[in-house]
């Protein structure tokens, strides 16, 4: 299973950036999917997750409304679409993979197996 995380960069608060998440060694759906983000000087934080076999997504409150997570079947990926961007979104992102069936524990680093290195998104205000 490995995973690589694509699309981060430099952008103006507002803007817009689209992550994706290349999955190769398993189907799509066989597992969760999740992003995470860790700031300089920080703790890595959940940000957003899709559960397996499902669409259900699950979001970090401070992204709610402004990120969108979804599944590329065609490309075997999973995309974050991140709007409204703010200088405080600035972190590494990364993807993991989970194959937990317990949807709310998506939330907890530790539910996930594989990880793919990050890519940086930094916000300028």
């Known amino acids: 299973v490995q995973l690589q995380a694509s699309g981060g960069g430099l952008v103006q608060a507002g803007g817009s950036l689209k992550l994706s998440c290349a999955a190769s060694g398993f189907a799509n759906k066989r597992y969760a999917v999740g992003w995470f983000r860790q700031a300089p000087g920080k703790e890595r934080e959940f940000v957003a997750a899709v559960h397996r076999n499902s669409d259900n997504t699950l979001y970090a409150d401070s992204v709610k409304g402004r990120f969108t997570i979804s599944r590329d079947n065609t490309e075997n990926a999973v995309d974050l679409q991140m709007n409204s961007l703010k200088p405080e979104d600035t972190a590494v992102y990364s993807c993991?993979?989970?194959?937990?069936?317990?949807?709310?524990?998506?939330?907890?680093?530790?539910?996930?197996?594989?990880w793919g290195r990050g890519t940086q998104v930094t916000v300028s205000s």
């Open positions: 993991a993979a989970s194959n937990t069936i317990i949807f709310s524990s998506l939330q907890r680093g530790s539910m996930y197996a594989f």
